[in-house]
């Protein structure tokens, strides 16, 4: 690996240690608060507070948007510094997301009433899956891709009814209906 290549990587990571750190300092549960760690966290308290959950679809596809997006408008620069730039708005979003007033958002505007926010586990291991989705953007060709983005968000739209674009949509403008939808109703 040149050293070019190297460097934007290396950042990334450590991008990735200082949120870790930061989320520690905002008070996030380094894991569960259960004080197991697995695999999957299911709908409930145990949502995003394991290394995955429904949501993990979501960061994937925020790696194949970001992908995409930075293939159309950063063309002449390397893949790598691409992802470092992925990396970084995936941190922020993690930060923003964890904090008070996004939480509290979650809360009174999704179905995510007892939303506490994320392990940083969670949120290390949503940083991964953006960088999966990122690479898999990368290497697969588009058509795969887009049937991957629509597969994606079809499996936790049908099996817990919610998925990134509700997610998206009724944080930004919640909607009655689709909340009671979402709920069951």
């Excluded at 300092?25 to 966290?41: A, F, V």
Aim: net charge positive; aromatic share 10%.
């Amino acid at each position: 690996m040149s050293r070019s290549t190297a460097r934007p990587l290396l950042a990334a990571l450590a991008l990735v240690v200082a949120a870790a750190a930061v989320l520690w300092l905002m008070g996030r549960p380094p894991i569960c608060t259960c004080g197991r760690i697995e695999w999957w966290g299911p709908a409930g308290r145990e949502q995003s507070q394991m290394l995955a959950d429904w949501y993990s679809f979501s960061h994937v596809i925020h790696g194949v948007l970001f992908y995409g997006l930075f293939a159309l408008v950063l063309k002449k620069v390397p893949v790598e510094r691409r992802f470092f730039y992925a990396v970084v708005l995936e941190t922020a979003w993690e930060l923003v997301e964890n904090s008070p007033v996004i939480i509290n958002r979650y809360r009174e505007a999704t179905i995510a009433l007892g939303y506490t926010g994320d392990s940083i586990l969670n949120s290390i291991s949503d940083i991964a899956m953006m960088g999966l989705g990122f690479w898999l953007a990368r290497k697969l060709p588009v058509w795969v891709t887009v049937a991957l983005v629509v597969v994606l968000e079809l499996i936790p739209l049908h099996l817990i009814r919610d998925n990134l674009t509700l997610n998206v949509w009724m944080l930004l403008a919640p909607n009655d209906a689709v909340r009671a939808w979402q709920a069951g109703g």
